[in-house]
Structure formats: structure tokens, C-alpha cells
């Protein structure tokens, strides 16, 4: 058995950390692709359309991410399809994400008052301009903090992928672990590991939120 310093220890852990931190990206530029349309078929407050949205957020809101990772990755497998583990992994937190950033951003738009899309209507903007040029950019404002501060819980859930074989930081740690027999000092990192990138995101989130509720009340 080669015997690993604390250096190769800390290397490997850093080299998972950059597919932890990828994984999470993935899944929140994906997560934004796929949740604008559905925010826009809410918006348009048809019962139909709202129904299936809803189906949807429930559906990955109420289900563990650990069992979507599996159906991603094992239930595909089912049909002969061959998935790589960073693909499964990918697809289930980026449908994962955009259920809740749906939530998110919907209650953003609807803490607004009303008044302003009857106002817009009043100076003739249909409902694609009072969106993008009135509703947006006031929305964007009150979401910031709460979707940064999911951001740190996207990157505690790729924490899951390592189940599928997906080698992150935690299964990183894992496999450092049977070499070394030093769990206290691997796990350690590991956790410092995740406690870097999410503390950071944690704080801003926090910022962001006491600044908007200042500006808010002035």
C-alpha cells in the first residue's frame, strides 16, 4: 500500500471539490433554464398550466433527492440506456433545482404589488413588456437572497451524487478513506471543504437580505 501524505490527501480532495463545484453550476444554470418557461406558464394564470406546474414542483419538492438521483441513474438503465454517472447526476439536480427556484421566483413576482400591472397595462404594455420591463427587474431584487442562499443547499445535494458513483468531494473522501484509514482527517477536510464554498454563499445571502429589506422600508 503507498503510503499517502496529508499533501495527496488535501490534492485529491481539491481535484473532487472542482467536480462539487462544477456538479453544483450544472445544476443551477440548468435549474434557471428549465424554470423560466415554467415561471412563464404560471404567470399566465391558465388553471391548466398552473396545475402542471404545480404537479411538477410537488413532485421534485416532495420526493428525496436521493431517490431522483437513483431513477435518473438506474431507472434510465432499466430501458437499456447507458448513463454515465455525471449525466444522472446533472439532469437530477437540474430538475431538482428548478422546483424550487419555480417557488422562489414566483413568490418574488407575486410580492409586488398589483397595482403594477394594471398601472403598465394603463400606459398600453402588454404582458411581455410589463414582465421584462416593470415586473423583472423590481423581482430580481427580492429574489437574489433566497436564491442565493438555495444555492448553498444545491451544493450540500451534490453531496448525493457520490451514491451513484459520481466521484465529488464526498466520495472522494470516501475512497481516501479505505486507503488511508484516517477518516478523522479525511472527513475533516471534507467537511472544511463544503464549509468554504456554502459559508460564503450562506453570509452573502444573509447581506443581501438585510439590504433589501432596508432599502425596502425607506
Known amino acids: 500500500m503507498t503510503s499517502f501524505t496529508d499533501w495527496d490527501i488535501v490534492r485529491n480532495l481539491l481535484l473532487a471539490a ?3 463545484i462544477l456538479l453544483s453550476l450544472v445544476a443551477f444554470f440548468g435549474g434557471t433554464v428549465v424554470t423560466l418557461p415554467l415561471l412563464f406558464m404560471r404567470l399566465l394564470k391558465r388553471k391548466w398550466l398552473s396545475r402542471a ?6 413532485l421534485f419538492q416532495g420526493t428525496p433527492l436521493l431517490m431522483q438521483l437513483f431513477l435518473a441513474f438506474f431507472g434510465v438503465g432499466m430501458f437499456g440506456i447507458d448513463v454515465a454517472p455525471w449525466t444522472a447526476a446533472s439532469v437530477a439536480l437540474t430538475l431538482y433545482t428548478s422546483a424550487f427556484l419555480v417557488d422562489i421566483w414566483y413568490g418574488s413576482i407575486n410580492a409586488l404589488p398589483k397595482g403594477q400591472w394594471e398601472a403598465s397595462r394603463c400606459l398600453g404594455l402588454n404582458f411581455g413588456q410589463t414582465l421584462m420591463r416593470v415586473i423583472t427587474p423590481q423581482a430580481i431584487r427580492i429574489a437574489i437572497a433566497p436564491t442565493v442562499g ?3 443547499q444545491v451544493i450540500k445535494g451534490t453531496a448525493l451524487a457520490s451514491i451513484i458513483g459520481f466521484i465529488e468531494l464526498t466520495k472522494a473522501g470516501t475512497i ?24 460564503p454563499l450562506s453570509r452573502y445571502s444573509q447581506y443581501l437580505e438585510k439590504k433589501f429589506n432596508a432599502a425596502h422600508h425607506h
Do not use: D, H, I, S
Request: proline share 3%; hydrophobic share 50%.
Open 18 to 20: 472542482r467536480w462539487t
Open 53 to 58: 406546474v404545480r404537479a411538477y414542483t410537488e
Open 150 to 152: 438555495f444555492a448553498v
Open 176 to 199: 481516501l478513506n479505505n486507503v488511508t484509514y484516517q477518516p478523522f482527517k479525511v472527513f475533516g477536510l471534507v467537511a472544511l471543504g463544503y464549509f468554504l464554498m456554502c459559508y
